[in-house]
C-alpha cells in the first residue's frame, strides 16, 4: 500500500475505500469501572505477543483489533521453526482464549481512527513508535507503548507534549518499575541505608558484534508488505540479518541493544536519583562491528555526570542490572537477584514472589484508563531515561562531550549538536503515516 495523507485516508472512507468493519470517527467515551477497555495492538512479533497474553489475561479488557504487516512469520533463525507470530497466529490466540476474533489490518492508521477502541498498544519497531502513538493520541486514544518510548530525541518531545495537550493516559512498556524487587531495591535506596550515593553501574547487554542470520539481499518473504514495515524509515534492501528480531542492529530502524535495554536498567538508576536527567553526557568507548549489516555499537559505555555530584556508567561492561555505590556500601539488583556488600542490608527482608512484571504493569494501565491518573512509567520519565543514549550517540559521532541542561532540555556546550539532536525527519510521504 502506498503512503497516503491523513486527509486522503479519511476522505477515503466517504468513498468507501475503508472497511466497514472498521467504525471511524467516533471518540470513545470515558470507560467506566465495570466495562471492558477495548483495545487494539499494533506490531505482533515477540513483545507484541507478549503484550497480547498480558492484556489477554485481564478481565475487564476486550482485544477487538490488531495490526501487522505481516500475515505469519517465526520468532526462531530458521523460518517455518519456532514460536509463529504475525496476524494470523495472534488471530488464533485471542480465539483460543475464549474471545471473539478481532479485525485485523496491515494499516495502523485504521486502528488510531476507529470509533470504538479505547487504548492502543505499540509493540511495533522503535522507528514507527512515535507515529503510531502520535496518531493513536490525536484520536482520542490512551497508549501503551514498548520502550524505548521512540527512536529519534525530538518525537519523545512530541509525545511528551501530545500526552499534555489531549490528557492521555500513557504507559512505557519498562516493566520493571512494576517489579516487587526492583521495587525494594529503590526503596532500599531512598530509605538512606547506603548513605549518599556516589555513582551508578548500568549494565547493558552487549550489541550484535556479527550478522544474526542471513546477509543475503533476497525477495520479501510472503505476506509481508515490506514497505510499509520500513514505513518512515529509509527502506534498505531486505535481509533477514536485519529484520524481525534483528532490526535493531541498524539505526534505521533501532538503536542497538544500547536503546533496546536502556529504558529499563537506567529507567531504574535515574528513578532512583529523582532528577530530570544528567548535566554531562561522553561516550568514552563506542565498538562498531565489523559488519556494514549493522551500525549500531557491540560494545560502549557512556560516561554521566548528574548536577548533585553523582556519577554513572552505562555500559555494556558492567554487569546487567544497576549497581549503587553509597558512602557504606553497595546494592546491586538485576532480574531475579539482589545483593549487597553488607549483609545486613538485606537481612530480614522477607521473599518475594516471582513475577513477571508484564502483567501487573499492564494491570496498572488498565486500572488509570478508568481512574485518569497517571500511570507508573509515564511519558516524561520515559523519554528522560532514555535521554542519555540519544546524548550517547550525538557524543560518539560528534567525538565531544555534551553538556546537558535536563530542565530546559538544551545541550548548552553547541547549538550545532542542540539542532542535530531535535531534529525528526521521515522518509518522503511517511511524515503523516
Not at 531504574?268 to 562491528?289: M, N, R, Y
Not at 549489516?293 to 548536577?307: E, G, H, N
Not at 559521532?397 to 548548552?412: H, S, Y
Request: hydrophobic share 35%.
Amino acid at each position: 500500500m502506498s503512503p497516503i495523507t491523513r486527509r486522503q485516508f479519511l476522505s477515503a472512507s466517504v468513498a468507501g475505500l475503508t472497511l466497514s468493519t472498521w467504525p471511524v470517527g467516533k471518540l470513545p467515551a470515558a470507560v467506566g469501572a465495570n466495562e471492558k477497555v477495548q483495545v487494539g495492538i499494533v506490531g505482533l512479533g515477540s513483545r507484541g505477543f507478549n503484550l497480547l497474553d498480558a492484556f489477554l489475561a485481564q478481565s475487564n479488557v476486550a482485544i477487538v483489533a490488531l495490526c501487522d504487516v505481516h500475515d505469519l512469520h517465526y520468532r526462531d533463525r530458521s523460518w517455518g521453526q519456532g514460536a509463529p507470530m504475525g496476524l494470523q497466529p495472534a488471530v488464533e490466540r485471542v480465539r483460543k482464549s475464549g474471545s471473539p476474533a478481532p479485525r485485523t489490518t496491515s494499516d495502523s492508521r485504521e486502528l488510531c481512527a476507529a470509533g470504538d477502541l479505547d487504548a492502543i498498544v505499540v509493540a511495533t519497531p522503535d522507528h514507527w513508535h512515535a507515529l503510531c502513538t502520535l496518531d493513536a493520541i490525536r484520536h482520542g486514544k490512551d497508549v501503551y507503548c514498548e520502550k524505548p518510548v521512540t527512536h529519534l530525541f525530538g518525537e519523545g518531545q512530541r509525545i511528551c507534549e501530545a500526552v499534555a495537550k489531549h490528557q492521555a493516559v500513557f504507559q512505557t512498556g519498562s516493566q520493571q518499575r512494576s517489579d516487587p524487587l526492583f521495587q525494594r531495591a529503590l526503596a532500599l535506596i531512598e530509605s538512606g541505608v547506603l548513605g549518599r550515593i556516589e555513582r551508578i553501574e548500568v549494565g547493558l547487554p552487549p550489541g550484535y558484534a556479527e550478522p544474526q542470520d542471513s546477509v543475503e539481499v533476497a525477495d520479501t518473504p510472503s505476506g509481508l508488505d515490506y514497505d510499509r514495515w520500513c514505513g518512515p524509515a529509509p527502506k534498505l534492501p531486505y535481509m533477514r540479518a536485519r529484520h524481525h528480531r534483528w532490526w535493531r542492529g541498524h539505526r534505521a530502524y533501532g538503536g542497538g541493544v544500547l536503546m533496546d535495554w536502556i529504558g529499563h536498567h537506567n529507567d531504574i538508576a535515574q528513578l532512583s536519583l529523582k532528577t530530570q536527567g544528567p548535566c554531562e553526557v561522553h561516550a568514552v568507548e563506542w565498538v562498531f562491528p565489523p559488519t556494514d549489516v549493522y551500525d549500531t555499537p557491540a560494545q560502549y559505555t557512556i560516561a554521566c555526570r548528574y548536577a548533585d555530584g553523582v556519577t554513572s556508567t552505562i555500559s555494556s561492561r558492567n554487569s546487567q542490572g544497576v549497581k549503587w555505590f553509597g558512602e557504606t556500601g553497595w546494592l546491586y539488583v538485576r532480574r531475579g537477584h539482589m545483593e549487597a556488600s553488607r549483609p545486613e542490608i538485606l537481612k530480614g527482608l522477607p521473599s518475594l514472589p516471582k513475577v513477571e512484571a508484564t502483567v501487573p504493569h499492564v494491570r496498572n494501565f488498565v486500572d488509570c484508563i478508568s481512574s485518569r491518573k497517571e500511570c507508573i512509567a509515564p511519558a516524561k520519565a520515559a523519554h528522560q531515561s532514555i535521554t542519555p543514549g540519544h546524548l550517547g550517540y550525538l557524543s560518539q559521532r560528534l567525538g565531544q562531550k555534551l553538556n546537558w541542561d535536563p530542565a530546559t532540555e538544551t545541550i548548552t556546550n553547541s547549538t550545532v549538536a542542540d539542532a542535530d539532536l531535535k531534529s525528526v525527519s521521515y522518509r518522503d510521504g511517511w511524515d503523516d503515516a
